[in-house]
């Protein structure tokens, strides 16, 4: 073990900045992982982009040598194996039963019940009052509900997400706790199975279970699969929705620049997915075959940690990286990744964010901050995370 090698994940610079190493002009560094393995940190935008595609690298959680950033992380991913844990045919056979599914014009059609699901959270608001916690009472809400929609799991089931995000903390909680919290997922997913093979409604399960994944998956595939696009649409979008809140209302003049033209939310949206890069710890990577990264050889065995935040912010990528500006009207950010992982739900993540702007600016104007922003506490989760986010707002 090399102690001298600082150790993954690092201190960062404040809650909305990522760590200082992330912006060195050295854009491949060597770190130490909590079992004193070390690992290949990629913090450029081209060499991510890179690791994220390149053939010699695998996703592949079953294999032996693979490097977690935390034992909770490893007893996760190995006891839940995911196609977002897979590489090659295992992986595009399952996401291809599902790609059709988040097409972006079938997302697009859901843009009514989005805008329904948060016109209804914005009326609670306002009929309770200020103040109000902002990350109970909407940002968790939204992504919530619209899952539920869209899988056609019954909205009373959807406390399990709260539940989850509590228990399921990849760098704190013990591995024996998030096997439970997984093996509570794995049974509502089954059940949700089990419902829609005997009373099939007009949704994305019943499609599933009675149309061609039953033929092109296993029952262990589906089950895992399903589970994952039930977990991986809420925290990521609920913590974007309020630490996206939240940067805009620190930057008070762009939160006034968007009332006064709502044209400018979806690049709004690109720049706040880009500027917050919600996930503190990137999901890691193992190099199968020795190749040289930029001027950094890389050998078969190494342990790789592809940071989307360190890529986001390299200047190489974006001028004045740490500056947030929603006319930057720039798209290429890694957000949402990049190769056969990229985000299968992107669509649905921009249209619950764009439908949540447009609403808060044009019905929640005098929306702010009920605490000075040093006050509010960032987790740092696998994902950043608000506990607690307390509003106001005026209503003249
Ligand atoms: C994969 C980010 C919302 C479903 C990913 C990956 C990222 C990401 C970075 C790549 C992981 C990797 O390379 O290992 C985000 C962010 C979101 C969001 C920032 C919100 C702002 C959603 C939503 C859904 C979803 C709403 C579905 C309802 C998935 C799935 C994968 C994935 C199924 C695995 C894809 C694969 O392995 O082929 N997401 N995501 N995500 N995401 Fe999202």
Redesign the pocket.
Known sequence: MDETLPSFPLARRSAFDPPAEYSAAEKVQKVRLYDGRSAWLVVGYDEVREV?SHPAVS?DRRREAFPFSSPSREALERADP?????DGPD?AR??RV?TRY?AVRRIQALRPVVRGIVDDLIDELLASGPPADFVRSFAAEV?AR??CH?LGLPLAERGIFQELDARRNLLATAPGDVRSATGLMLDLTKRLIESKRTDPGDDLVSELVHGEAAEVLTPEELLH?LR???T???E??S???SLGLVTLLRHHDQWQDLIMEPALVPGAVEEL?RYV???HI??T?LAVESFQLGGTRIEAGDGLI?V?AGANRDPDAFADPDRFDIRRGTRHH?????????????S???L??VVVLEQLISRLPGLRLAVPPEELRVSEYS?LKLEELPVSWSTT
């Open positions: 994220l996703a995911s196609f977002v844990t897979f992986h399952i996401r599902f988040f992504p619209t899952i869209f699969a994952l696009v039930i991986a649409g809420h990521t979008t913590n974007m929705i997915l890069s919600i996930f990137s999901p990577r592809p989307s890694v957000a949402f990744g990049h190769g056969i992982h990229h985000c299968l739900g992107q649905l993540a921009r619950e964010l994902f």
